[in-house]
């Protein structure tokens, strides 16, 4: 889909990268207003806490900077790239002993379900509308695991467990949503 | 090690591309996916999709981020073009990068190989110290903290990056205030303490 936002961005991204691992310093000012938001986020979705967002956002930051010239376009688009790191540094943050620990106690599994609507805290952008409708055309089961899975950082063991449901369930689930989600979104790759 | 039965590991593509497997099971999984052309077609499928939930999740990052990322970049590019053995460890493949705020204000950036056992620590809004007064960076092991140098002086808004040769599997980084010169070891609480192996 050629007016799809995600490959727009990703045209342009790819060649601020590219300018940004030959050392132009200036690219990487674009680099930033061009992703900084969705990595900030995605990370603030994930963690909630938002003093911790904004150090995992520069460490990502600082992460795709030092890392732009490993960034290899025949694998996924580059915000794809950039958004896997994100999300993976946010989930690691996440899953640290000490956050674990707390999540545990807390149990904020059901605070996680409970917001699982994706337009709070989001900017109503026309990418944001079009996600939320598409989640909205899951099944119940599959647009909680995906939810918890992706926005609330739980393992699949964990989403398993809060849901009460066989892990073999949270897979298919899991796999199944994807696929609707992927076909509602026409999303290319 | 559990067996995964290969028709189980299949299964795996949805959870591996949203991040909602565990350490062990993504490792055995990215295993499999190496030999594995529909996996591959799916994770890339998937991947995509968690792309656009992510982008769905967009929201303005306070302001002042934007010149403290920018900033400590511009000064770890300088780094990198001026001193090989920064740009050695900032290219290394096992090499993290993590940042945290201090108690005393400002942010602590580190880049840490443990395969080079060296990092680099750069700060952005540290508060200046009286001339009598130096940030000391630390290695913290098992053993207790060695010291790993003196943080130098800024420039603008952040310290130029230096390089810590010692790091050992398993440290810690800390920072402490210490009189001029530095010391042995630390005789004040730490005002950071980031854990930053890969």
Same mark, same amino acid.
């Given at each position: ?6 490959? $727009?961005?990703? $045209?342009?991204? %790819? @060649? ?6 030959? &050392? /132009? ?5 674009? #680099? ?21 967002? /904004? ?8 992460? #795709? ?14 915000? @794809?790239? #950039? ?20 999540? %545990? ?12 609507? #994706? ?24 647009? $909680? ?26 897979? @298919? ?12 979104? &026409?999303?290319?790759? | ?7 189980? !590991? ?6 591996y591309a949203l991040d909602a497997v565990e350490a062990a099971e993504r490792n055995r999984f990215e295993r499999h996916l190496r030999g594995c052309r529909s996996c591959q077609q799916e994770v890339r499928a998937f991947t995509a999709t968690a792309t656009a939930l992510g982008l769905a999740a967009a929201a303005t ?13 511009? +000064? ?10 920064? =740009? ?23 880049? =840490? ?61 800390? !920072? +402490? ?14 005002? !950071?303490?980031?854990?930053? =192996?890969?």
């Amino acid at each position: 889909m050629r007016d799809n936002p995600a490959e $727009q961005g990703d $045209q342009l991204l %790819e @060649a601020l990268l590219q300018q940004a691992a030959r &050392g /132009e310093a200036a690219a990487f000012e674009s #680099v930033y207003d061009v992703i900084a938001g969705p990595v900030y986020g995605l990370i603030r979705k994930v963690l909630r806490d938002p003093a911790q967002s /904004e150090e995992v956002t520069q460490e990502v930051l600082l992460e #795709v900077w030092r890392t732009a010239s490993r960034f290899d376009p025949s694998r996924g688009g580059a915000v @794809a790239w #950039v958004l896997t790191i994100a999300h993976r540094r946010a989930v690691d943050r996440v899953r640290s002993e000490a956050a674990a620990t707390d999540r %545990e106690q807390r149990s904020v599994l059901p605070d996680a379900l409970a917001s699982d609507d #994706v337009a709070d805290s989001v900017a109503a952008s026309l990418e944001a509308e079009r996600v939320r409708r598409c989640l909205e055309g899951l099944t119940e089961l599959q647009r $909680q695991s995906i939810t918890l899975a992706y926005y609330g950082g739980y393992t699949y063991t964990q989403v398993a467990k809060g849901l009460n449901v066989t892990l073999a369930t949270v897979k @298919a689930r899991i796999r199944g949503g994807l696929i609707r989600l992927r076909d509602c979104l &026409g999303v290319t790759w | 090690m559990r067996f995964v039965p290969r028709r189980r !590991v299949h299964t795996l593509a949805g959870p591996y591309a949203l991040d909602a497997v565990e350490a062990a099971e993504r490792n055995r999984f990215e295993r499999h996916l190496r030999g594995c052309r529909s996996c591959q077609q799916e994770v890339r499928a998937f991947t995509a999709t968690a792309t656009a939930l992510g982008l769905a999740a967009a929201a303005t990052p306070p302001a002042r981020l934007r010149g403290r990322v920018l900033d400590a970049i511009a +000064t770890l590019e300088a780094a990198r073009t001026g001193d090989p053995e920064i =740009a050695t460890v900032l290219a290394a493949p096992d090499a993290r990068t993590t940042s945290a705020g201090t108690s005393a204000g400002g942010t602590a950036t580190v880049v =840490a190989s443990t395969r080079e056992g060296k990092l680099v620590f750069t700060s952005s809004g540290l508060p200046a110290l009286p001339p009598e007064r130096v940030y000391e960076l630390w290695f913290i092991g098992a053993g207790g903290a060695r010291p790993a140098g003196l943080v130098p002086p800024a420039s603008g808004e952040s310290t130029i990056p230096v390089l810590a040769s010692g790091l050992e599997a398993g440290d810690k980084v800390g !920072v +402490t205030v210490e009189p001029a010169g530095g010391t042995t070891s630390p005789t004040t609480t730490p005002i !950071v303490v980031m854990a930053v =192996a890969a």
